[in-house]
């Protein structure tokens, strides 16, 4: 999922500033699972600037909208009528939601509510981590399904570096070190001839450096 | 025992106080409650295990939100208290009406 963290209500307070009306929309998929943006922190979000609002003696209404995604048009189009009586949009979604959100609404300002963090999974209840940068061509087939592009502070496609030790990585003692997770797995698998591979430099055209990216299926598309 | 607390207080029943969210406090604030406390069983008793830690770390998470807005966190606390005791359960109630009586209204009061 993608993960996402509240930003500082001052933050949101200030994207909200001049407005007597907003409609705030939560996401009921990644950011309800993190705890970021989903029905329950939609309610506490808007309860917490209206009252900000009521402090400095100002009015502010507050409609509270979840959708089931915001990243597809089915599920943005149910706001359609009711945009158009609010002075701004705060969307709870990831920045993907909130992107598509403000392409769809062009009259309507729509500003975000969390900050966008990273994909990964939850580790235990309350904590996340990352686990994937989307690098578009996937090498958790070649180690052991532990990917050293988002978990190695360096992306070391062949390590792990001089700085691990006892298992950590040199940035930070807490962190695991991936390849270390990676040569430990592939032992357990029998698989540590594997190891021996160097793996060839990548191709990073498919990742962020090639610019924006795009997926078509044309035997999908309409 | 028949003792007697502030009437300023209005008490708000739950099954256990992990049962408790944020949502729920802000609520009380935004009606215009001028403090709010949780009254838990003591550390290391609740019936559900964790029901009353779970609390605490929610009552701060709170905190620190009426801090941002500006209407004090120090107006939210949480208590242990056990179940038998009545004396401190009055003894808390003072307390926090003290405390409360010392803040002055919400600031938030003034608007509605
Ligand atoms: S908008 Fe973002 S948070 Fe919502 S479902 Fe899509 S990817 Fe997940
Ligand atoms: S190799 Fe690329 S696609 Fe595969 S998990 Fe790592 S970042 Fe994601």
Redesign the interface.
């Known amino acids: 999922m993608i993960v996402a963290e509240r930003k ?3 933050e949101i ?1 200030g994207f909200a500033k001049n407005c007597k009306k907003i409609l705030m929309v939560g996401c009921n998929e990644c950011v309800t699972v993190c705890y970021a943006g989903g029905r ?1 922190e939609v ?2 979000l808007a ?6 609002f ?2 400095d ?1 100002k009015g502010l209404e507050v409609t509270e909208v979840t959708l089931e995604r915001q990243c597809d048009h089915e599920y943005l189009e149910e706001i359609r009528n009711i945009v158009d009586e609010h002075d701004a949009i705060v969307s709870l979604a990831c920045g993907v939601g909130v992107q598509f959100m403000a392409e769809k609404y062009l009259t309507t300002p729509v500003f975000p509510g969390v900050n966008t963090r990273f994909m990964g999974v939850t580790e235990e209840s309350g904590v996340w981590s990352e686990r994937c940068q989307g690098c578009g061509e996937c090498i958790l087939g070649q180690t052991a399904g532990i990917c050293p592009i988002s978990r190695c502070a360096k992306r070391l496609l062949n390590g792990p570096c001089g700085g691990s030790t006892n298992g950590k990585c040199e940035i930070n003692k807490d962190l695991d070190c991936a390849w270390q997770l990676i040569i430990d797995r592939l032992k357990a698998l029998d698989r540590l001839d594997d190891y021996e591979e160097i793996i060839p430099i990548k191709d990073w055209s498919t990742e962020r450096a090639g610019g924006p990216r795009k997926v078509v299926r044309e035997d999908l598309k309409q | 025992m028949r003792l007697s607390y502030p009437d300023s207080i209005r008490i708000i029943r739950l099954p256990c106080t992990g049962k408790i969210d944020v949502i729920h406090i802000m609520e009380a604030f935004e009606k215009g409650a001028d403090g709010v406390y949780v009254a838990g069983c003591l550390e290391g008793e609740c019936h559900f295990i964790k029901g009353n830690l779970r609390a605490r770390k929610r009552v701060e998470y709170t905190k620190k939100l009426l801090d941002d807005i500006g209407v004090g966190g120090e107006r939210l606390e949480m208590y242990n208290i056990a179940a038998s005791d009545g004396p401190r359960f009055a003894a808390v109630a003072r307390e926090m009406h003290g405390k409360i009586t010392a803040l002055g209204p919400s600031p938030i009061k003034k608007s509605l």
């Open positions: 500082p209500i001052e307070m329950k309610a506490i309860s917490a600037l209206k009252m900000a009521k402090k003696g």
